[in-house]
């Protein structure tokens, strides 16, 4: 977001902010609780914790500005990993699962599911840790990309209504 990289560490309450260009480190900032996933519209940058609670930061200084929890119906969804933004949607993926949540970024609630078991093949989930755990999109192009820890693809996937 405005030509710079936001990373978050895992659980040392800091996160670091790059320059695009040229990767240069431009300066650090602390955050409460743990740094699970980030996205932005934009305009502002939404962090998960791994709770049902997701963060929203002002983009110049990262400060909370506000904060929503992530409902299907009356169930608090937990959780929360990787988060992209798609389409006016942010998108988080469960941990521990292979369900992606598409969450309406201004009420938290879930308008729906992407079950994506059966994508990677059980050969490669000999270990515990080979979970769903990346999401990206290309909004110029449309397509969105998963991957998850220890997988050894990216697969780029389209979303086909239910039947």
Known sequence: MNDQIVQLTWQSHTGF?????D?????NFSYSGEGW?????????????GTADIRVLDPGTFVEKRRFSVH???TRIT??????????????????TDRIARISPQ??????WIDLKGLLSPVYRL????????????????????????WPSIF?????PKK
């Open 17 to 21: 902010v790059y320059r695009l260009s």
């Open 107 to 112: 009420t938290g609630e879930v308008l729906g």
């Open 127 to 150: 270990e515990s840790g080979a979970v769903l755990n990346g999401i990206a999109y290309d909004p110029k192009q449309k397509r969105l990309f998963v991957t998850g820890k220890l």
């Open 37 to 49: 996933g980030l996205a932005t519209d934009g305009h502002e940058i939404y962090l998960s914790d």
């Open 156 to 160: 780029q996937i389209e979303l086909v």
């Open 23 to 27: 990767f240069r480190f431009l300066r």
């Open 72 to 74: 299907d119906g009356n």
């Open 79 to 96: 959780q929360l990993n990787e988060l992209e933004f798609v389409e006016g949607e942010l998108f988080a993926n469960i941990w521990q």
